[in-house]
Every structure is written in structure tokens, then in C-alpha cells.
């Protein structure tokens, strides 16, 4: 007790020259006797007023005293020291005048500490509060700062709705029970009527609460909601703050039901739907709209990447990503299938516009069906799937390889002009390095499987990749378009032979097999250094052993399979895009290590490509075709190996001439699409035929710069007509000046309306700018801001909106770029919606 009366004379000290202290009780003479402050006289009264007064005030005025009455405080009438009391204070030695003496409160604040005793009982409480109040505040301000301490929250009233929630949705109420405790519970609902236009006779927190969720999700459908706008912003922050995320979504999920959202859901329109995202069944309200929409073709593809861009914005997106995703890339699907003229001219006149822009319906079909299986929510999508499959499969598929058929059947030998051949590769593009004045050490990954599209991708993925530059050419493979051949065609070749068991022979060497491959490869330019080895080894290798493999050697050839063993086995065939998403993610690690050994010049090929159809085989997609011949040695799917094969309907028949190939083995290939009946085998994924899917493979060169080369777009505030803010809410335009491509990346910025000390006045927004379009109208961001409560206190001054980037990983964030704003707003935030 005498410690905590001294420590707060102490403080009073520090204020004020004298202290008066009345001991009404008359037993604090022991404490008083105990006080030792330095510098600080201690007196009594004691019919001594007069004296006391011309000592303190004339023979010692800067002589700071401790004056001690032992009995009350006289009445003012009787007080001859009245005049030096009042210019100076009291100290109280009672528990709450103790208190209040340790926040360092003038007495008029009493009432905060006599009517809340309960409070005072924790020394932590006191402590946390102390650090709360500021020199400005009012009483009603420290009320506020007990009420945030009760809830253990860190600010203003908005901080105190928002810990309480997270508390409801955690079903614990000890912030409510120790507010009711500490005799603020009447307090904490007129701050709350009061800020958030709540109104009840029983006043109830959860009551509160579905209120506030229904109130918000109705302002943002453009309805009347019984809060008002300070709920509806308060509402959002919270919402939109990871903190209490997790909070929101218990609560959202809990009272969907209650509020029947399900059903009201139904019957809005997408456009009232889209800025919304109070509920989960939002999402899954939007996303069936958009599902049936494209199903019908009934909405244009620009508009659908729109609507899923602007659900990023969604609290529920995460749950829902890669079903937005398999909608955008559905959109793609359908705009490249649109755009697709499907006429040829030419075998050559078909590959180029393969390698153009028919591979984007694959590479778009692809995506979508690798999102729809990794969201795990195909019943969602239903419809879509069976429009996206069917229109592949018979208005793209069956539709372009039916007319390359028509060119295939014209070629007397296998060969199309104009393009690269892949059993020329070696001699003319991994050997050229070699023949230079200054021969140059050169790497090959060849990536079964890795069909013209995939490649195309992984081309964007290096291009992003700083210092990394690539580009893609289509090879036309050999045929039949299966791995063993295509292997061997990659390698330095003379007289490839197929066995009649599929084997593949070369310079009369096997082919199958790294050994076997790395001693056709030692068959190329004489005198080179050859090694050829898995890649999945050569990724396991030390810094300093990839070195050495540099240092050591002059051709490298690492095999990959990623796609290819997965997609070949029945079991796991209906897994392959997700494959192609492996090997799209393993090549690009695997160019770094490579560059990191210090190969520079890099080619990444392919033995074949592929077919692949999500859905199960109808009789129609099988050739009824009753091959025949001397004798037939192999077939599977997609190719038929014998001796002197008879023309067959419905499929094409290869001499070995015709194809480059020695020996004497006949090979027959289905028709465009058509498989054939082979026991066990997978059908939805094949390859070995003609189709342009399985023929067109790509060379992709990799190099590396010694300059940085890859930046972020740049991202400009667009504000017409004048900077002022008149109004509860304001609309700008974020304007992004580049399109995003490989080498100018996205931003990902945060924009707020900030007060000049830094005082956040509006509502937040995460803003991802990865616009592609060349357009730069469709580069622009239209974003309105909600003013919150906190800004009327800066009325008729500037203000500034703010873009800021988060710094890497940490929780800080750097100031992009402002614009400022002068506020003058004549009417409160309430009135202004």
C-alpha cells in the first residue's frame, strides 16, 4: 500500500509544485510518515493556514510541499487554503483515488474509476490501460479504452466489434463477461448504437452480429440494411482482414442458414451478385451462373475472364480458385475455338497455323480439365464439361484432323516442307553449336511426351525467369510417333531400323535405354565429349558435380518423363494435364540448375506428342478397320508394325521408304482420330499416329542474358475532373500501363485513403494488376472507396490515396505512388449512401 501511495505522489509531483492530502478516515498517519519524496517538503495543517500559505507562496515559491490534514476535507466557506488547492490538486490515498493516481487522471475523471471497481482488480488490466489513454482524452475516450482492454483489442470501438466476434466465433464470451463485470455493458451499447445505428430493447451480441452480416450483405446488393454505413465499412475490414478471416467464416457459414441466404441467392441477378461476397453461397450462386451461361453460349468469353478477375476480390475465391480458373480457361477455350479457321491449304499451311494458333484450343482444354479435377468439385461444372468436351471433340478434334487426314493421304513420303525434321535434329541444331569457330558446349533435354502446347507454356514459365530468354519451333516428328523411335531420331542416327517388336535400332546399335542412347550419341562428330543421363539424376547432383559434368563434357542429353509415364498406364491416363503440369514446373527448375553449372546454350525437345480425350471412348472414336497382311508384328492404339501390309480403308499404309526408315517393315496408322482395340491399354491417351496433336513437337532454345530483364508493370492513379472529396465514398481509376507478359510481371499493390499522420479513413483494397490485353482500355481499374467514420476528423483537409507494395514476404509495405485529395465534405458518412 505505502509503495503505491508513493508512487503516486510521485506522479502527481511530477506535475503539479504542491499536493494537498486530506485523510478523512484518519488512518494513513503511518503511510504519510513513510512517504520520502526528494525535494518535496512535508507539512501539516494544523491552525496554521496562514503561515502555510506565505511559506508556500512568498518564502519558498518554487519549494515543492506534501501538505497533510489529519481529518477531512473542510467545506469551501471553512477552506483558508481553498484559492492554493484549487490552482494546484488532491491526492486521495483511497483504492480508486490510488488508481486513478497511477493512470495519472485529474480527479474529474473519478467517476471512470468508481464506477467500474471491477476493472481495477487486475494490475495488467491498469497497465494495458495506461499505455491506452492519451493527454486529449475525455472521459468517454478512456471508457472506450476499457472497453478495448476488456476485449483484449488494441483500438477504437471497430477493434472491440471485431475481437468479440472472433471470440463469438470461437463460442467463448469472456470480452462480454468481463465488460458486464466492469460495469460498462450500458456503456458499450449506446457506443454501439451510437456508431453502428444498432437499436434493440435487449440488446444482444450475437444478435448484433447477424444483424451486422445481414445489414452488410444487403448494402452491397444495393439494398436498404437496418445498420448503416459505418457497420457496412466496419464490416468490410474486418471481413477483408486475414486476422479475422478465420472468424468471418465460421460466423458466415453459421448464418447463411439462419438468413436463408441459399435461397435468396437464387433469385438475384449476376450483376447484383458480382461485388458481393458476404456468403459462400455467393460464389456458388455466381459460379452456376456463369456455368450455365457458357453451357448455352449465352455470354461472351470477355465478360466471363471479367466476372472470374473481379472474384479474386472474394473472401471465398481461395475455396473456389480453381474452379474460376476452369471457367476462364472454358472462356479461352470457346474464344480460340471461335477464332479458329479450321481450312488448309497444305501439309506446311497446317503445321504453321497449328504452331500459330490452333494449339490454343488444346493448351486451353488442357487447362480447363486440369482445374476442374484439382478443385475437387465437378459436379459444379457439370454442364460446362460436357459442352467444353463435346465441342472438342467433334467441332475441333475430329474437325481439323479430319482435314489433315485429307493432306496426309496425298504425301508419297513423310515429309513436310518448310519444317525441321526430328531425325535431323542432331546434325542441324545440337550439333551447330559444335561447328562454330568457337565450338560451344550444348545441352538437350529431351521430355517424353512434351507435346507443341505444353511446350508453349513452359516457354512463358523461362521467359519470366530473370536473365532467361527462349523461343519455340515447331519439328515434325517421326513416325510412328512413339517414344522408342522418336528417342533414336533425336540422337546422331544412320539406317533407324524398327523392329517388329517396336525396338528401334540406329547406325545398328539399340536405342532403348540411357546406356544404349549414350553410346549412339558417342556415333556423332568425332572427337566431341558426350554424356547422356536421366535428368532426374543429373537434378540430384551437387553445385560442384553439375560443374564438373560441364567442365568434363561437350553434349549432354538428360531424359525426362514426366508426362509420358503417367499418361501410358490405364490406371493413371485420366491424371496426365496434372503430369503436364510437373513437367512444365520440373523443366524450369531443371534450366536453372543447368544455367547454375554454366550451360548457356540449352534445347528442350520432344520424342512425340500426344492425344488425350477426359472423357470415356464411344464405339465411334474406334477404327473398324480389319487390317491385313503377310505377317503383323506389333500393334497398339495408335500404329500397326508388319511385313507386307495390305492398303486398309480407314487407314494410311507407310513404306519404311516413305518414312526414312531402313528395313522392311510396313506401318499402318488409323485415320485422323481413331484408335484401335488393343487389350488393357489405355485409350483416352495415345499417341504413335499422325494427328497433328502427336506430330508436331516442339524445339525450344534457352539462352541467358547478363542483364537484369524482367520488371513489373507500372500502375498510374486516374482521377477526372477535380481532386476533391465532397461525398461518403469516391470512384478512381487505377490504370496499368503496360501489358503483363514474361518480362513485365504483374503488381500486386494495396490502395487506402490515408489521413496526413497516416490514419487509414477508408475501406482497403488488394489489387492484382495482370491485365494482358493489348488494349488500354481494358487495362483499367475502376474502384470506389468508402469513407469510414474516423475521416470526419479531417474534414477540410488533404488527403491521400495510396498505392503501396508489401516488402517480399514481411508484413511491411513500401509507398508505391499517392495522389491527394482535398476533403470537404458538408454532411456526415451516414447521409451519403
Known amino acids: 500500500m505505502s509503495d503505491r501511495i508513493q508512487a503516486g505522489l510521485e506522479r502527481l509531483f511530477e ?45 519558498e515559491p518554487k519549494q515543492k510541499f506534501l501538505v497533510f490534514k489529519d481529518g477531512p476535507e473542510p467545506e469551501m466557506a471553512d477552506n483558508w487554503l481553498l484559492d492554493v ?57 478512456v471508457l472506450r479504452r476499457m472497453l478495448a482492454v476488456c476485449a483484449g483489442a488494441e483500438g477504437e470501438l471497430d477493434t472491440v466489434v471485431e475481437e468479440l466476434l472472433g471470440q463469438l466465433a470461437a463460442k467463448r464470451d469472456e470480452g462480454l463477461k468481463l465488460i458486464e463485470r466492469s460495469n460498462l455493458m450500458e456503456f458499450f451499447w449506446t457506443q454501439i448504437t451510437n456508431a453502428y445505428g444498432y437499436s434493440s430493447d435487449t440488446p444482444d451480441f450475437e444478435d448484433f452480429a447477424i444483424m451486422l452480416f445481414q445489414s452488410s450483405y444487403l448494402r452491397a446488393l444495393g439494398d436498404d440494411g437496418s445498420l448503416n454505413s459505418e457497420a457496412f465499412l466496419m464490416f468490410s475490414r474486418w471481413k477483408n482482414n486475414r486476422l479475422g ?17 441459399e435461397a435468396d441467392v437464387k433469385d438475384r441477378a449476376m450483376k447484383a451478385l458480382r461485388p458481393v461476397d458476404h456468403f459462400e453461397a455467393v460464389d456458388r450462386q455466381i459460379i452456376r451462373l456463369l456455368v450455365k451461361a457458357m453451357a448455352n453460349q449465352t455470354v461472351a468469353a470477355s465478360e466471363v475472364v471479367k466476372i472470374t478477375r473481379e472474384r479474386r476480390q472474394s473472401y471465398w475465391y481461395k475455396s473456389y480458385e480453381d474452379i474460376y480458373l476452369a471457367i476462364a480457361y472454358a472462356a479461352e477455350f470457346q474464344q480460340a475455338l471461335a477464332e479458329a479457321n479450321l481450312t488448309m491449304s497444305s501439309p506446311a499451311d497446317a503445321v504453321r497455323r497449328y504452331a500459330t494458333s490452333w494449339f490454343k484450343v488444346d493448351q486451353a482444354y488442357r487447362k480447363f480439365i486440369y482445374h476442374m479435377q484439382r478443385s475437387g468439385q465437378s459436379s459444379l461444372l457439370g454442364a460446362l464439361f460436357e459442352s467444353i468436351e463435346n465441342r472438342y471433340t467433334t467441332n475441333f478434334l475430329l474437325a481439323v484432323n479430319d482435314a489433315w487426314q485429307d493432306q496426309i493421304a496425298k504425301l508419297d513420303s513423310w515429309t513436310i516442307p518448310d519444317f525441321a525434321e526430328q531425325r535431323n535434329f542432331y546434325r542441324d541444331q545440337a550439333a551447330e553449336f559444335r561447328r562454330l569457330t568457337n565450338p560451344q558446349k550444348v545441352v538437350v533435354i529431351i521430355s517424353d511426351a512434351l507435346r507443341f502446347e505444353v511446350a508453349e507454356e513452359c516457354l512463358r514459365e523461362i521467359r519470366k525467369l530473370n536473365r532467361f530468354d527462349a523461343d519455340l519451333k515447331p519439328m515434325i516428328s517421326a513416325l510412328p510417333s512413339y517414344t522408342q523411335l522418336g528417342m533414336a531420331a533425336l540422337l546422331p542416327n544412320k539406317d533407324l531400323m524398327v523392329a517388329g517388336d517396336g525396338s528401334v535400332t540406329s547406325f545398328g546399335l539399340p536405342t532403348q535405354g540411357t546406356i544404349a542412347r549414350e553410346k549412339v550419341l558417342d556415333m556423332g562428330r568425332a572427337g566431341d565429349r558426350v554424356k547422356a543421363m536421366k535428368a532426374d539424376d543429373f537434378m540430384a547432383l551437387r553445385s560442384d558435380e553439375g560443374k564438373e559434368i560441364f567442365r568434363d563434357h561437350d553434349v549432354l542429353y538428360l531424359f525426362h518423363n514426366r508426362i509420358d509415364i503417367v499418361g501410358d498406364k490405364l490406371a493413371t491416363e485420366d491424371h496426365v ?41 464411344h464405339e465411334t472414336d474406334f477404327s473398324v478397320a480389319d487390317p491385313t497382311g503377310e505377317e503383323i508384328l506389333f500393334r497398339n492404339r495408335r500404329f500397326m508394325i508388319g511385313r507386307g501390309l495390305n ?3 480407314g487407314m494410311k499404309k507407310f513404306t519404311p521408304e516413305a518414312l526414312g526408315l531402313a528395313g522392311d517393315l510396313d506401318i499402318l496408322i488409323p485415320n485422323s482420330i481413331n484408335r484401335m482395340r488393343v487389350k488393357g491399354a489405355g485409350s483416352r491417351f495415345v499417341h504413335g499416329g499422325a494427328t497433328l496433336q502427336e506430330v508436331v513437337i516442339p524445339v525450344l532454345r534457352v539462352g541467358k542474358r547478363r542483364e537484369e530483364d524482367v520488371g513489373k508493370v507500372d500502375v498510374q492513379i486516374v482521377v477526372p475532373g477535380r481532386s476533391l472529396i465532397t461525398s461518403g465514398q469516391i470512384a478512381v481509376t487505377f490504370y496499368q500501363v503496360q501489358p503483363v507478359s514474361e518480362k513485365q510481371q504483374q503488381r500486386i499493390l494495396r490502395a487506402g485513403i490515408y489521413a496526413e499522420d497516416g490514419t487509414l479513413i477508408s475501406d482497403e483494397h488488394q489489387l492484382t494488376f495482370d491485365y494482358t490485353s493489348g488494349n ?45 485529395f482535398q476533403l470537404r465534405r458538408g454532411i456526415s458518412t451516414d447521409f451519403d449512401f
Open 85 to 141: 488547492q484549487l490552482a494546484t490538486t488532491v491526492f486521495k490515498a483511497d483504492q480508486a483515488a490510488i488508481w486513478l493516481s497511477e493512470l495519472g487522471l485529474p480527479l474529474q475523471f473519478e467517476a471512470v474509476v468508481r464506477d467500474h471497481m471491477e476493472f481495477y482488480r487486475s494490475a495488467g488490466r491498469i497497465e494495458t490501460l495506461k499505455r491506452l489513454i492519451r493527454p486529449a482524452d475525455q472521459k468517454s475516450d
Open 776 to 820: 488500354a482500355r481494358e487495362r483499367e481499374m475502376p474502384t470506389q472507396f468508402l469513407l469510414s467514420r474516423e475521416a470526419d476528423r479531417f474534414n477540410s483537409q488533404d488527403v491521400f490515396l495510396k498505392l503501396q507494395e508489401q516488402r517480399g514476404k514481411t508484413s511491411h509495405y513500401d509507398d508505391y505512388t499517392s495522389h491527394r
Open 647 to 649: 492398303e486398309t480403308a
Open 15 to 59: 506535475e503539479h509544485r504542491i499536493v494537498f492530502w486530506y485523510d478523512t478516515a484518519r488512518d494513513m498517519r503511518e503511510a504519510f510518515d513513510a512517504v520520502d519524496i526528494p525535494d518535496v517538503s512535508k507539512v501539516e495543517i494544523v491552525n496554521n493556514e496562514f503561515g502555510l500559505k506565505y511559506r508556500m507562496l512568498r518564502q
Open 245 to 261: 478471416g478465420e472468424a468471418f467464416a465460421t460466423l458466415s457459414r453459421e448464418y447463411q442458414d439462419l438468413l436463408k441466404i
Open 577 to 617: 494435364f496434372e503430369a503436364a503440369e510437373d513437367a512444365i514446373e520440373d523443366l524450369t527448375k531443371l534450366v536453372r540448375k543447368l544455367t547454375s553449372a554454366n550451360f548457356s546454350n540449352i534445347l528442350i525437345t520432344a520424342d512425340h506428342g500426344f492425344l488425350y480425350q477426359h472423357r470415356e471412348l
